[in-house]
């Protein structure tokens, strides 16, 4: 009778989180009887929370010794080696408390949690799935599944989670903030500006919720009301390093500026991370160079693209192999190259390419200027539908080229909005011009050129979200990449039969009256006074552009890299004649 009065006092305890008496208690049951499976499964459960994990896993062990058939115990020694990082070991563990128990839906959820975090995210969502048809009301599966969908960038998927998970817990203020998200990959801001206020609303110190909440408004040139947000977010968490190097962006800095202060503070700290440091690095260079410190500017985009690169663990023969393998698998694509009679679409693509930074982005704001013309932004379907057909690894005939096409049209058609002609500016579609000519015979290609050191510049102080662009964290990888580019591009104009449309984007602007008609003409458009004022164009804009596309188009920008020039002097001699 003894012993079940101390084992309910200890289950009270446990589950009122006094875990310190419920330790002492699980100790003197344990001594009263070792074979008893509950005192060591609640002591090992204990250490777990207390992070004491070499006991936590003693423990879990002596209660799977004298029952050996409990699947609870099972997934505690799974969650005490997950936490280890034996991996290997807890999936085992999970996978057993689920051999046992086949409605476990708890061990089907960390089993999933685990996957995830090994980058295993097919099989995550899998177990996530099996957890919530045994649980449907599960509001934390419902969300890992909805960050397993936006890992893999389905955001469609991963918003309907989202949405379950906040049906199922009205307050889950986590789950509006990466709703908010999903809503802003997806370009519908006034849904994702309305998620993040409402996660801020439910938790008041989110810090992530501010930090989002001021990319959204960055993005909709609502400057300081981005700068308000960022300053709340690093106030609420100080080490809150990508939030300064937004911050950055949107503002400028002298030396007794409170931000600068913090964000030097925090560098000198040696409390960060690689990749917060990495942050604090841009935001410091950024700073430096509104100051006019050219020197330490330097130093800190030195720093941080260093940082950046390691991170990213790219090396430049990747390209270059990829580079050579698109020019030799283009022979046996252009062999299907379609008929514009034969396949004909009432959408016309208008497909702006070349480097990054090059000024691709205000090229499509005069463009999609005009009011016949939608500016579909960056988009990913060309890469994602056509890199393994470009590359070789996919088995070319008619059928894939025709496949390809189709499915492009299908991807752009929800975006058109009524209209018929879209721009697609992602820059680094220049690789794929040769699939694109032969798929699309009927589309118009913009090719945008810029002086070459400019270009190469502006890419090494630019820190690009996306992993996908990795060459520019090295000024030497930097022009190596750009003379790949320029090589394919001569390529191109040599081999395939669409005229590629150069233009010149420094000469843009010193005659863009001049430069944007021959443009506008080239596109068989009817003139439209407003491809002049591209600043007067109000459609949001994603890229790292979004804030120089809102002023007038000026003159000498491309000159601005001429106060680091003696820093690259080497590698800029390797962009001469090119």
Same mark, same amino acid.
């Given at each position: ?6 084992? !309910? ?8 989180? *006094? ?11 344990? &001594? +009263? ?7 060591? &499964? ?41 936490? %280890? ?73 991963? +918003? ?32 994702? +500006? ?29 400057? +300081? ?90 090396? /430049?023969?990747? =390209? ?18 379609? *008929? ?31 009011? !016949? ?5 960056? %988009? ?70 810029? *002086? ?13 979200? $996306? ?8 000024? *030497? ?19 395939? !039969?669409?005229?590629?449309? =150069?233009?010149?984007?420094? %000469? ?7 430069? /944007? ?7 068989? %458009?009817?003139?439209?006074? $407003? ?26 920008? $491309? ?20």
């Amino acid at each position: 009778m003894k012993t079940k009065l101390k084992i !309910d006092e200890l289950l009270k305890l446990y589950q009122s989180r *006094n875990f310190d008496k419920a330790e002492k208690i699980a100790i003197s049951l344990s &001594k +009263e009887d070792p074979n008893n499976s509950f005192a060591w &499964k609640v002591l090992g459960l204990i250490y777990l929370t207390k992070n004491k994990l070499a006991l936590s896993l003693e423990a879990n062990k002596k209660a799977l010794k004298i029952f050996s058939n409990d699947p609870e115990i099972y997934n505690n020694m799974g969650n005490t080696l997950s936490k %280890l990082l034996r991996y290997d070991q807890a999936k085992f563990y999970y996978q057993n408390a689920i051999n046992i128990k086949p409605d476990f839906f708890i061990a089907y959820y960390n089993l999933a949690n685990l996957l995830k975090l090994e980058g295993k995210l097919d099989e995550a969502i899998k177990n996530y799935q099996l957890s919530i048809r045994i649980k449907p009301d599960y509001a934390e599966a419902h969300f890992n599944l909805g960050n397993s969908f936006k890992q893999q960038a389905k955001f469609i998927d991963a +918003e309907k989670s989202y949405k379950q998970a906040i049906f199922h817990k009205p307050n889950f203020a986590e789950a509006y903030h990466n709703l908010g998200v999903i809503f802003k990959e997806k370009g519908e801001f006034i849904d994702a +500006e309305k998620s993040c206020r409402r996660a801020i609303s439910l938790k008041s110190d989110y810090a992530e919720a501010y930090h989002n909440l001021g990319v959204i408004q960055q993005i909709k040139g609502e400057l +300081e009301n981005a700068k308000k947000n960022y300053q709340i977010s690093v106030k609420i968490k100080p080490d809150y390093a990508e939030s300064y190097r937004h911050l950055a962006l949107v503002k400028k800095f002298n030396t007794k500026d409170n931000d600068y202060l913090n964000m030097k503070k925090l560098y000198l700290s040696n409390k960060l991370s690689k990749k917060q440091r990495c942050h604090i690095c841009f935001g410091l260079a950024k700073a430096n160079e509104d100051m006019k410190n050219i020197k330490k500017a330097f130093d800190y985009y030195q720093e941080g693209n260093s940082l950046r690169k390691k991170e990213l663990d790219y090396h /430049i023969n990747e =390209d270059k192999q990829k580079f050579e393998r698109l020019k030799l698998n283009f022979e046996k694509i252009f062999n299907y190259s379609l *008929n514009t009679n034969e396949f004909k679409s009432n959408i016309k693509p208008i497909f702006i390419v070349g480097m990054p930074r090059s000024g691709t982005t205000l090229i499509e704001q005069i463009i999609s200027s005009h009011p !016949d013309v939608l500016g579909g932004g960056e %988009l990913p379907y060309i890469e994602q539908l056509g890199d393994l057909i470009s590359i070789g690894q996919t088995m070319i005939n008619l059928n894939t080229i025709i496949k390809f096409r189709n499915s492009y049209l299908e991807k752009i058609k929800p975006l058109l909005n009524n209209k018929s002609i879209i721009t697609d500016k992602m820059p680094q579609n220049f690789r794929y011009i040769g699939l694109i000519s032969v798929a699309f015979p009927e589309a118009k290609i913009i090719h945008v050129k810029r *002086n070459a050191a400019a270009v190469c510049w502006s890419n090494y102080k630019q820190y690009f979200s $996306s992993n996908n662009i990795r060459y520019n964290y090295s000024m *030497n990888d930097v022009v190596e990449y750009y003379k790949l580019y320029n090589n394919l591009m001569r390529f191109w104009k040599k081999t395939i !039969d669409n005229e590629i449309y =150069d233009i010149d984007y420094d %000469l843009l602007t010193t005659s863009r009256e001049l430069s /944007i008609k021959k443009l506008i003409n080239h596109l068989g %458009l009817n003139w439209n006074n $407003s491809c002049l004022f591209p600043e007067n164009n109000n459609r949001i804009v994603l890229t790292a552009s979004n804030l120089q596309i809102r002023k007038h188009i000026y003159k000498g920008s $491309s000159q601005k890299y001429l106060v680091y020039e003696d820093f690259f002097k080497n590698e800029f001699k390797k962009l001469d004649n090119l």
